[in-house]
């Protein structure tokens, strides 16, 4: 017995390529280091405005594909590109963190001039050191982007909870963003990995408490209208206050509810769909 | 409300059998975390009455420095039942906890935990409700005018430790793991580790003080820290 328990669990840290169980105990980088490099990479690449000839639009957001498989992606993809969509937005966990995940995403990705996407790291996507295998193909995972119609424009925030807290850096971040420009546009939306409020029981992570509560008073503060999340893999909806909390279903092969969400944006108002793809 | 039900507790057990036993207690938090901006402190005071098989225990706790703007930031009532079921002896805590960030988000908590000991180690378990809401002030401000609060339900607690010596001696030293501290409930998946430890140094006064060390994302498998802070606080029981 005394040999089969550290065999079992030294294989189980060893063998998995699904899960880095190393990093429940020791990581390669903080969020915050995380969140520095982000910001180097939006100061290179400048900030980023869509324009919509059109006063209505949707956006389609998809997580938790966990690639290596790749065609509930696929699939998705194809009727993101079939529906007249703005934009797609990678709401975390697209692939497992390995190198050769990274690779198999990046075949499988769209043309960013067909489909301009937006993509932010979950907590697979740092597992096995890949945060630098993100960073080198798709840079910053704290930043927002504009959609702007000929009427409005609206305020998309992407944030990085990959490591279950924005850390201190990316917080003041994101309380002086809200502060300074939220009022500026219409409609303001949130895309993070982790779900902040627990629906059901899981072992799945969320902030801690003190971090949720933060965060509630902020979205209440600044009216923010929406916070999309994923990582739980099942969907739901909390309305708490006048911000809407989605969690998205998975989109990874094999899941029988498998399907990705859309934002709709008519006449000024917001709604929003499930796609169920099977 | 929370300074007159406090008084009215006092009150209460001011006029008590005077066989009862009464515990004071009062500590500090000084530490930093990834929401706190800079260094915090927090001072609390519990008072606790215990008679026969029964405690009645109350306490609060105020922010001195802190982003909290609120000035008293958490109110706690707990009772506890002390009972001996085959040969072991357990207690069972029914707990209230009402936190605030601020004159905007209002927390509340309550469960029950069964803890029990058995020499150098010492478990509990249990489950708590949390709600998370508005303020009247929140509403007011933002307009809000429907749902004004979330739940979360039957949430698993712990709380599990070792100490160095036997409960008896006079000074001791301990870790644990748990997810339920004087004024936070985390959720099961985000465990906070302690080293505690205290020293007797009368038959009525304890010195103690504990380290908690708050991590997050433990359970996503990419842990980062969160928090850290310094408890030192007294016990003084009045016999």
Known sequence: ?????????????????????????????????????????????????????????????????????????????????????????????????????????????????????????????????????????????????????????????????????????????????????????????IFTHNNLYRNRHTLSTNPTNEELLVLTELFAKHKVDMVVTGHDHFKNVIKLGNTTHITMNALHDGFMYAGYFQINIKEGQLSYEFVDIN | MIIRIIFFILLSLSCCNLNAQIQLSAYSDVGHSNISDGVYLKTAADISYKYRRFELQSGFQNDLISNNTTLFSGFKLNVSHFFRFKQKDYNAKLFFISTTLSDFILETNYGILLSTEKEHFNFKIGTGFKNIGFTKNAIAETGINTNGSVQEIFNPLYHFSYTLNKPAKAWNIGIGVTNIDQYIVNQATNPMTTVFGHYKLNESVRLTAEVWYKTAGAFNLHVNYFGLFFRPGIIWELK
């Open chain 1, 1 to 189: 017995m005394k040999v089969i328990v550290p065999l079992l669990i030294g294989l189980v840290f060893s063998a998995c390529n699904y899960a880095d169980m190393g990093g429940m105990f020791i990581v390669n980088e903080s969020v915050n280091e995380r969140f520095e490099q982000s910001i180097a990479a939006n100061k290179l690449n400048g900030k980023t405005e869509l324009y919509v000839t059109v006063d209505d639009y949707n956006l389609a957001v998809m997580a938790d594909v966990h690639i290596g498989g790749t065609e509930n992606f696929d699939k998705a993809i194809q009727l993101v590109k079939g529906s007249n969509t703005t934009a797609l937005v990678l709401n975390g966990d697209i692939c497992n963190g390995n190198a050769y995940d990274y690779d198999s995403l990046e075949q499988h990705m769209p043309n960013k001039a067909e489909l301009p996407y937006f993509m932010l790291a979950g907590n697979h996507e740092l597992y096995f050191g890949g945060w630098n295998e993100y960073y080198s193909r798709f840079g910053s995972s704290s930043y927002y982007f504009t959609v702007k119609t000929p009427t409005a424009s609206d305020f998309y925030i992407c944030l990085d909870t990959g490591s279950g807290t924005l850390g201190s850096k990316q917080l003041k971040w994101f309380k002086e963003l809200l502060e300074n420009s939220r009022n500026n546009y219409r409609r303001c939306i």
